[in-house]
């Protein structure tokens, strides 16, 4: 059984990756840049969790159109990245519009093109308010896209083993199988020193503190 | 009111985009390029027909991962095109894998960073065999993605008027809207002289002869 496995870098996607793995599929990694400003750290993590992984390293697709479109900090620098404290609970400026499907398009035509069995996701219940392409009927609905828009002889299955679940618990998860989280990148805003203070380090370092462990990676700010 | 076009410069996609200007919509002309044979001469024929349709400049998108993916003779130039008389009803070895949704899922991304109002594709009846995600129900389903998967303050409506119509039946809106036909393409084999054997020759000749008009470009034969 082969999967394409949505590598990111991110907490998340390493878990899924293990998880994946340990499910018993060979793992096909895929790792989709999209000018985020984070995106050659995140690379190197991908590429570097792979390898430990045992996988062939990732399949690496730079898209510029999200750039080109802008409307999200995380693509347009000349918006600031919104912290944690600043960020609406609705319509975060970090949103990157209808990111997620494009990913999932994407990671469908390399499965398909290889013959692989299903695509594994890392999407999380965290993500629901501010990101609307995280919730499980997204998921759902990408799933009929998947079965009518595709021909393979045998169906691809979406796989989105997180998508209830919230950061500590996929902590969890990932402590079980010795992810290896210093080998992870999450911070929306810079690569060197993760900032501690966007949304995505405050939720991380919040996961952290819920299972009782301290995050490997360092920070500029840990609040 | 603002609509994403999906122009790739095929006569069904000229007609779709004179037709989306005669229902009063501004046109947000999108060219995606993959790797096929012929994206050259496409990008000509959406440039070329954005002009005479008095839009902007098409935005366009390269995308280089179908080609790495492979799998369809319209962007791995090891496999030869079918031609009509050898091109199986399913299984065509022109379908590119799941295409359609990437196109859609870009398409989407750009409606919503830019607030348009509805994305048009131009799809058609006779596709639907041969490639799934020109289907009804496909376009159905992805509306359904669009709905929950992105957080436009009004929704984003996927227009397919010609999903149900023949060619011959687009050709007779397209004369009545004067459609430049000279101005597109559709040949998946050469971007010089339309080879008039490959399945898209084929159905374009066809269509033509059933309403009646000579097809203004030329052929190395026509069958």
Not at 86 to 112: D, G, H, Q
Not at 156 to 161: D, G, R, S, T, V
Request: hydrophobic share 40%; net charge negative.
């Amino acid at each position: 059984m082969k999967a394409v496995c949505l590598l990111s870098g991110g907490m998340d996607s390493a878990t899924l990756a293990y998880y994946a793995k340990n499910m018993g599929y060979d793992i096909l990694p895929l790792h989709i840049t999209y000018g985020q400003r984070t995106e050659s750290r995140e690379l190197r993590c991908a590429q570097r969790l792979a390898a430990l992984l045992g996988a062939d390293s990732p399949v690496v697709i730079s898209l510029d159109y999200f750039k080109a479109f802008g409307a999200s900090s995380l693509t347009d620098y000349a918006i600031e990245v919104e912290t944690f404290e600043e960020s609406p609970k609705e319509r975060p400026n970090t949103y990157v519009p209808f990111r997620n499907a494009n990913l999932l398009a994407i990671a469908t035509s390399f499965c398909e093109a290889r013959g692989g069995d299903a695509i594994f996701i890392g999407v999380q219940a965290g993500d629901y308010i501010g990101y609307p392409d995280c919730r499980p009927e997204f998921i759902g609905a990408f799933q009929a896209v998947i079965d009518l828009g595709t021909m393979s002889e045998k169906p691809i299955e979406l796989m989105a083993p997180f998508v209830g679940m919230n950061k500590a618990e996929i902590l969890k998860v990932g402590y079980s199988l010795s992810v290896p989280y210093e080998e992870t990148w999450s911070c929306y805003q810079s690569d060197d020193l993760a900032c501690g203070t966007c949304s995505s380090c405050h939720y991380r370092l919040e996961a952290f503190r819920a299972v009782g462990k301290t995050d490997p990676i360092s920070y500029r700010r840990t609040q």
